[in-house]
């Protein structure tokens, strides 16, 4: 958000992610995440525009949070090794003077490389994972081969899609400045 120019503070919502049941479908299991955060968040600003996201990885099927512990983190990075993900990101808009809201949730499909054994477990034990759905960074690249689709989204939140919402909500963003991000966000490695 630093980037765009505007005025925002972060609030942490608390959230329990624990409490979102992992059987819903993997794009509604993002956008409700976003949104319970939101809401958690929007009590606190009666006239706000608040924006909740939360990330996820989906390999295979199967959507992989973040690792509580370094088995799971190992098993996490074995599960895609070499493999396409999709990352996806649930954001949720609030408007809490209107009580409007509008969600989306942003898609990137991420290829891992093909890492070996030794490098999973020093990676797990620079603590690195344990902050990361999928128990990687997008910023540590020595994991990923390529990226298709919003660099920003990969890091958690799709800043571009973000402001097009936000214009929805009458916040307006100069032309010039979305492009300075559009550069930015689709890097390529």
């Known amino acids: 958000m630093s980037m765009t ?13 624990d409490s979102m049941p992992l059987n819903l479908p993997s794009l509604k ?3 409700e995440m976003a ?19 939360d990330t996820i990885v989906v390999c295979k099927n199967k959507i992989l949070g973040k690792p509580k512990n370094e088995k799971e983190a190992e098993e996490i990075l074995k599960f895609a090794c070499n493999e396409i993900s999709d990352v996806l990101t649930g954001v949720a808009v609030i408007d809490t003077k209107t009580n409007r809201t509008e969600k989306f949730v942003d898609s990137t499909k991420v290829k891992m490389r093909n890492y070996g054994d030794e490098a999973i477990k020093e990676y797990v034990a620079s603590g690195a994972p344990f902050r990361y759905a999928g128990a990687f960074a997008i910023q540590d690249r020595d994991w990923v081969e390529s990226i298709d689709g ?26 010039e400045k979305i492009e300075e991000i559009r550069k930015k966000d689709f890097y390529q490695f």
């Open 150 to 175: 919003s660099f920003f989204n990969v890091v958690g939140f799709p800043v571009l899609k973000v402001l097009k919402i936000l214009k929805n909500f009458g916040i307006i963003i100069p032309e």
């Open 5 to 17: 120019g505007l005025k925002f503070k972060v609030s942490p919502s608390y959230f329990n992610e």
């Open 29 to 31: 299991y993002a956008e």
């Open 35 to 53: 949104l319970r955060k939101a809401e958690g968040v929007a009590v606190k600003y009666p006239d706000a525009v608040i924006i909740g996201a």
